[in-house]
């Protein structure tokens, strides 16, 4: 088997997908998408930078804040962070011993000399029984969200303990805990978070943040196993023994991965929809809609859209109303007899309009068959880099990414070097791939947030980044750029 889906790296500022129109090796006008061919810009962010990105010097700590209502301003300062993976693994193992780097948002942007390293032990988590105690902590096992209300976000950690046996089913026994935030960052003993009783087994995984009832109250979804798969949703706020103010199980079975829409970082309460996308072998995913109603939470009967691996949630169309988009990620099973797909699935994406409505559906070239991968080559990412309140859509391409903001389209590329850690970089995988974007620095435009790692792990799958940028918005301009080749190591020594 060679088929896979892609597994992506998350940033925790502004993370969450997005999409507008469409992507592909190359972009073509579309009905109601785009200007007309070639209207791609050369003067935006269309030549990489020629800096490569550096290790950053001798770390010093944030600033303590005030308090905020941004789960991403870890420091309660007013300023964005960004939360990327850091690896002490070595070459044959890049991803054997993980961490993960808070760098700090200021008024000129991220900061990669103020930082924070953490481990598993830095936020006061038990060693994994199967490590010796290793201070491994995967990005992906860890979300930020101010569960309490006291203005500083808290650290929630979902890492596999013992295993546990329901019934016929045994697995590690997943139970979140929460480091709990302040004006330094997290500090202190993990919290077990509270299930509902008939959770308690095998716990709950794949959590995300939200705010599904639109109360200004942060709250989190996951999946539960303990009767056979299904959503719970724990409304906050949360006490400090980790209990959340209710819960719903109300839901029908569901199994995948969970994608919520983005808390708005300005503190104003906004009900968040999540998407579940159906588990799959490289092919493309299934997808149900549980739309937020305001002040009563997710419905409690999903709504099945179109078949595609690439989500995003963003304000597409400017109406001020949140929408849904689904599309085609490039991603395929090769092997023979994987079965078949829609005709309008390949090549194609669909944006859900946050009042209702037919999707509009908008048809993408074939990849070239001397471009494309089995793999795809990357995802979507919401993005307003001009301020005028209305997302772009940031996309990967298999030369780097382009912005598709209304009718204008806008290459933005970095590159890695050619050769890193004594071994050459093919041309096809040097490109940065979209990891991201947000304010950073409080000027109303979000930055975007690109990154690249050497060999296989990158190139095919998006795993394993090690080199970053922080766009000027679309221009070849750096906001900022950083290497985290070696940080990991500097965990214990970091400071907080």
């Not at 870890?74 to 990327?84: A, E, F, P, Q, S």
């Not at 309140?389 to 204008?408: H, M, S």
Request: aromatic share 4%; with cysteine; charged share 25%.
């Amino acid at each position: 088997m060679t088929s896979r889906t892609h597994a992506r790296s998350v940033s925790r500022a502004a993370l969450s997908a997005a999409a507008a129109c469409a992507v592909s090796l190359l972009l073509v006008p579309l009905a109601g998408c785009g200007g007309p061919a070639g209207d791609e810009s050369a003067a935006g962010g269309g030549k990489p930078a020629a800096k490569e990105p550096a290790v950053p010097g001798e770390s010093r700590p944030p600033a303590a804040g005030k308090g905020t209502k941004d789960p991403d301003d870890v420091n309660g300062d007013g300023h964005r962070d960004l939360l990327v993976p850091v690896s002490a693994g070595t070459k044959e193992q890049p991803g054997a011993d993980q961490r993960v780097a808070v760098v700090y948002g200021s008024a000129k942007g991220l900061d990669p000399a103020t930082r924070t390293v953490l481990g598993r032990s830095e936020l006061g988590l038990p060693a994994r029984p199967e490590s010796d105690g290793r201070n491994s902590l995967a990005a992906a096992q860890l979300l930020t969200a101010d569960l309490d209300g006291d203005g500083f976000p808290d650290f929630v950690s979902s890492v596999a303990g013992e295993t546990a046996t329901d019934g016929q089913v045994s697995a590690p026994r997943t139970v979140p805990r929460v480091t709990w935030g302040g004006p330094s960052g997290p500090k202190g003993g993990a919290t077990e978070v509270r299930l509902p009783q008939d959770m308690t087994k095998l716990g709950v995984e794949r959590l995300v943040r939200g705010d599904f009832d639109g109360d200004g109250h942060h709250d989190l979804a996951g999946l539960a196993r303990s009767t056979g798969t299904r959503l719970v949703v724990l409304y906050g706020p949360f006490t400090r023994a980790g209990a959340p103010a209710r819960t719903d199980t109300g839901f029908p079975p569901a199994e995948g991965t969970l994608i919520a829409d983005a808390i708005d970082p300005s503190g104003e309460p906004r009900a968040t929809s999540l998407l579940v996308q159906s588990a799959s072998d490289g092919e493309q995913s299934q997808n149900t809609l549980y739309r937020a109603r305001e002040g009563g939470g997710l419905e409690a009967r999903g709504e099945k859209l179109r078949v595609g691996s690439a989500h995003a949630f963003g304000d597409f169309d400017g109406d001020g109303v949140r929408d849904v988009a689904i599309g085609d990620d490039g991603g395929r099973n090769n092997e023979p007899y994987a079965g078949t797909e829609a005709p309008d699935v390949a090549g194609s994406l669909a944006v859900y309009p946050g009042k209702g409505g037919a999707p509009v559906t908008h048809r993408l070239p074939k990849v070239p068959e001397s471009g494309g991968t089995d793999y795809g080559p990357g995802g979507f990412v919401a993005a307003d880099p001009d301020g005028d309140g209305r997302d772009g859509i940031l996309v990967a391409t298999y030369e780097g990414a382009t912005l598709i903001d209304g009718d204008r389209r806008t290459a933005v590329l970095r590159e890695g070097p050619a050769v890193s850690g004594g071994e050459k970089t093919p041309a096809k995988w040097r490109h940065a791939r979209p990891a991201g974007a947000g304010d950073f620095d409080g000027d109303g435009k979000d930055e975007l947030v690109l990154h690249w790692g050497a060999g296989t792990s990158f190139g095919l799958y998006g795993e394993d980044p090690t080199h970053w940028w922080i766009t000027e918005g679309t221009t070849a301009k750096d906001q900022s750029s950083f290497s985290t080749v070696g940080l990991a190591g500097s965990a214990d020594s970091e400071a907080r």
